[in-house]
T-cell receptor
Framework: EAGVAQSPRYKIIEKRQSVAFWCNPI?????LYWYQQILGQGPKLLIQ????????DSQLPKDRFSAERLKGVDSTLKIQPAKLEDSAVYLC????????????FGPGTRLTVT | AQTVTQSQPEMSVQEAETVTLSCTYD???????LFWYKQPPSRQMILVIR??????QNATENRFSVNFQKAAKSFSLKISDSQLGDAAMYFC???????????FGKGTRLSVIA
């Protein structure tokens, strides 16, 4: 079974530029999560999708971050414009059903904003 | 809101010895799940062990076991016969029952000394 795929693995941009990350969850997984992990901290939820609908985006900085999950499969997370404090690892995770024990994580995208 | 606290930023253990990582959490819920995740330098989050709050018996997975003290809201991880491959960041995480995301602690960096 293929795992959660993310791309790119690394991205370096200048502040005020835009960037997009892509995530392809495990086939059949209905729930998809984007987490932000700042260096030295644990991951923090940005947004949660159930199929193609948003369940929780209360911690997403909506003035600059946006995310979509068209057709309930893969998802993109965008930052526009980026700030220095957006430097972090962005992790995507998926789970089979909403109340599933386990979330399967992708390898993450390390973003550096200079 | 639920919080997870890991009070040990760094720990070290000799190869083949036993080490215990601490975690406390705060919640007013009675039905929830607790997890320990391992994050090696590759950044891939790997589930080590999980505990359902309604279960009194402590979870065990091979060399990994937990000490779950529900009244004290404590959830420690014991690694027996430590191996070099156990070196990583370890995150304690909490999740309410239902369609909810994980809440992570700040992590403990474990070093294994040969």
């Amino acid at each position: 079974e293929a795992g959660v795929a993310q791309s790119p693995r690394y991205k370096i941009i200048e502040k005020r530029q835009s960037v997009a990350f892509w995530c392809n969850p495990i086939s059949g997984h209905a729930t998809l999560y984007w987490y932000q992990q700042i260096l030295g901290q644990g991951p923090k939820l940005l947004i949660q999708f159930q199929n193609n609908g948003v369940v929780d985006d209360s911690q997403l900085p909506k003035d600059r971050f946006s995310a979509e999950r068209l057709k309930g499969v893969d998802s993109t997370l965008k930052i526009q414009p980026a700030k220095l404090e957006d430097s972090a690892v962005y992790l995507c995770a998926s789970s089979l059903v909403p109340d599933s024990y386990e979330q399967y994580f992708g390898p993450g995208t390390r973003l550096t904003v200079t | 809101a639920q919080t997870v606290t890991q009070s040990q930023p760094e720990m070290s253990v000799q190869e083949a010895e036993t080490v215990t990582l601490s975690c406390t959490y705060d919640t007013s819920e009675s039905d929830y799940y607790l997890f320990w995740y391992k994050q090696p330098p590759s950044r891939q989050m790997i589930l080590v062990i999980r505990q359902e709050a309604y279960k009194q018996q402590n979870a065990t997975e091979n060399r990994f076991s937990v000490n779950f003290q529900k009244a004290a809201k404590s959830f420690s991880l014991k690694i027996s016969d430590s191996q070099l491959g156990d070196a990583a960041m370890y995150f304690c995480a909490y999740r309410n029952s239902g369609n909810t995301p994980l809440v992570f602690g700040k992590g403990t960096r474990l070093s294994v000394i040969a």
